[in-house]
């Protein structure tokens, strides 16, 4: 008996450079060819809502979830809808009473999946700090779609998502704060809303005990805005995501980030912190960012 062949999974990546993201994002919706999962913040990026058009008009199904509050009120929730649902796509709102909806991923067919730091805004793609994950990994592919059917739904979060992803409210301080704990040397932080007192704390007691703690929180690197909120602990693994370290973030705000631990991957991360354009915080670790600080 021919024993049955095991599918090869890509490793992931990671793209960070401003040049690179927009493209790799279009990639993935021209290449879906059954089903588009999109879950989102922010869009007024007029490539995104072609590619979406020429998706739904060669017979994608494209289902996108969408905040019901932002800044600015329903005029603008209403001219992203409206923008949504002339591509064609199938759109619903995350209708939670309490918890805001903040998590920006894409998932293309059985995958790739794409968890980003950014809006699909101009901005976003041009002017900001700011990274995706693109994922093979089966678990975070059907994990992802579960999560948007349950958001979608008024349903509870799957309890069996994959532990490579985070995700607030319901577990995101549970996860960081284990992260951080169990660094072993270092810890490398881009985050200028980090506000959160116990994590705060925690990274400070780290660096009492001798790990490197970089916390880069001021609101700009070099030429960009700081946006995206990216980690890396012991050179080893990486989390990039939606979700800032502040407690709004991670427990009033449905969030999604994931962590990456393929080699080539957290090494392109690593290749972000060498060539920031800033200086870490300089002893004890302070609030960075408000408390309440406005959602982007």
């Known amino acids: 008996m021919t024993p049955a062949k095991t599918r090869s999974v890509p490793p992931d990546r990671v793209i960070a450079a401003v040049s690179d993201r927009r ?3 279009l990639d993935v919706i021209r290449d879906a060819k059954r089903e588009i999962t999109l879950s989102l913040f922010r869009c007024n990026d007029a490539e995104i809502f072609a590619e979406l058009t020429r998706a739904v008009a ?3 199904t494209v289902n996108a979830l969408v905040t019901s509050r932002a800044k600015g009120g329903k005029k603008k929730l209403k001219k992203l809808w409206d923008a949504l649902q002339r591509t064609g796509a199938s ?4 209708t939670d009473p309490v918890v805001k909806y903040h998590a920006k991923y894409l998932v293309a067919d059985e995958g790739p999946a794409v968890v980003a730091s950014q809006n699909l805004t101009r901005k976003c793609f041009e002017r900001t700090c700011d990274a995706l994950v693109l994922t093979h990994d089966p678990d975070v592919v059907s994990g992802l779609r579960r999560l948007m059917a349950a958001d979608r739904d008024a349903a509870a ?3 069996d998502l994959s532990p490579r992803l985070i995700v607030g409210p319901e577990r995101a301080r549970r996860q960081f704060t284990a992260l951080i704990d169990q660094a072993k040397s270092s810890i490398r932080l881009i985050d200028a809303k980090l506000s959160d007192p116990d994590l705060v704390e925690r990274l400070n007691k780290r660096r009492a005990e001798g790990l490197t703690v970089e916390v880069y929180g001021s609101k700009r690197l070099g030429a960009l805005k700081s946006h995206g909120k990216i980690m890396l602990i012991d050179n080893r693994l990486a989390v990039v995501g939606s979700l800032a370290l502040a407690a709004l973030s991670i427990d009033f705000r449905r969030e999604v980030a994931i962590i990456v631990e393929d080699p080539a991957a957290v090494a392109d991360v690593e290749e972000v912190f060498r060539t920031i354009d800033a200086v870490p915080t ?5 609030a960075t960012g408000a408390v309440g ?3 982007c």
């Open 293 to 295: 600080g406005a959602v």
């Open 157 to 159: 979060m799957p309890q």
């Open 23 to 25: 493209p790799a994002l």
């Open 282 to 286: 300089a002893g004890r670790i302070a």
């Open 58 to 60: 060669r017979g994608v």
């Open 91 to 94: 759109v619903h709102a995350y």
